[in-house]
């Protein structure tokens, strides 16, 4: 199993609900990330947990919230979010922790709009 | 963080090489360049990485310059299923990869 799942594939969620994203792998990896990709922009880093720890925060607004409860299960969950947070959230993993070097891989994204 | 810079876009006819090139103007000794592409409506895909030599795997190589300072990724038969955009990294030891603009390649039959 080389996937990356991530779930729901479309969100669609008003600016005062509460919604949760969620990623899982099922690899064995020990780092997983939160990436945000705006349309026709490269995806921007927003999170990395290692073994479970959140090690990268790259001074996200509060109202994303991430948890990795174990190894295999990342969530993203939100509240409060505004229009411009509209796009797709892309989830990572990668084998080892954070300062391994090896590949990434990604889910195919969960495409979130914001009304 | 450590910045790239690739060319908006290129196109290739299909069945010929493609030199994809980046420029690592910040890259430090402990580095490793990757690179990944990203068809429509798809997640980031893996193509390659390394540190200093040339590497070679079944989807492409890449060739970095001995100052490290720029690398290229070679498709040696480029395919219409290699439309997709680009994206070269470099990162230290393999800490969080922060991509760059991309190169958008065109494959055109």
């Known amino acids: 199993d080389t996937e990356v799942t991530q779930t729901p594939k479309h969100l669609v969620m008003g600016m005062t609900n509460k919604k949760s994203l969620k990623c899982e792998q099922h690899?064995?990896?020990?780092?997983m990330y939160w990436y945000k990709q705006k349309a026709k922009k490269p995806p921007e880093l927003m999170f990395v947990?290692?073994?479970?720890?959140?090690?990268i925060n790259e001074s996200v607004p509060s109202r994303f919230s991430p948890e990795c409860p174990n190894s295999s299960l990342l969530n993203l969950h939100l509240h409060a979010l505004q229009p411009e947070d509209s796009a797709l959230y892309l989830c990572?993993?990668?084998?080892?922790?954070?300062?391994?070097?090896?590949?990434?891989?990604f889910g195919e994204g969960s495409r979130l709009t914001v009304l | 963080d450590a910045k790239t810079t690739q060319p908006n876009s290129m196109e290739s006819n299909e069945e010929e090489p493609v030199h994809l090139p980046c420029n690592h103007s910040?890259?430090?000794?402990?580095?490793?360049i990757h690179w990944y592409r990203q068809l429509p409506s798809q997640g980031p895909e893996y193509v390659i990485h390394?540190?200093?030599s040339n590497v070679n795997n079944r989807m492409a190589s890449l060739a970095i310059a001995e100052d490290r300072k720029s690398s290229t990724l070679i498709l040696h038969r480029a395919t219409l299923r290699d439309a997709a955009v680009y994206y070269c990294?470099?990162?230290?030891?393999?800490?969080?990869?922060?991509f760059g603009k991309g190169t958008s390649l065109l494959v055109t039959p």
């Open positions: 947990y290692s073994y479970e720890k959140l090690s």
């Open positions: 990294t470099d990162s230290n030891s393999g800490y969080a990869l922060n």
């Open positions: 990572a993993s990668r084998r080892g922790g954070v300062v391994n070097t090896g590949e990434l891989f």
């Open positions: 690899m064995g990896h020990r780092a």
């Open positions: 910040t890259i430090s000794g402990t580095d490793y």
């Open positions: 390394g540190l200093t």
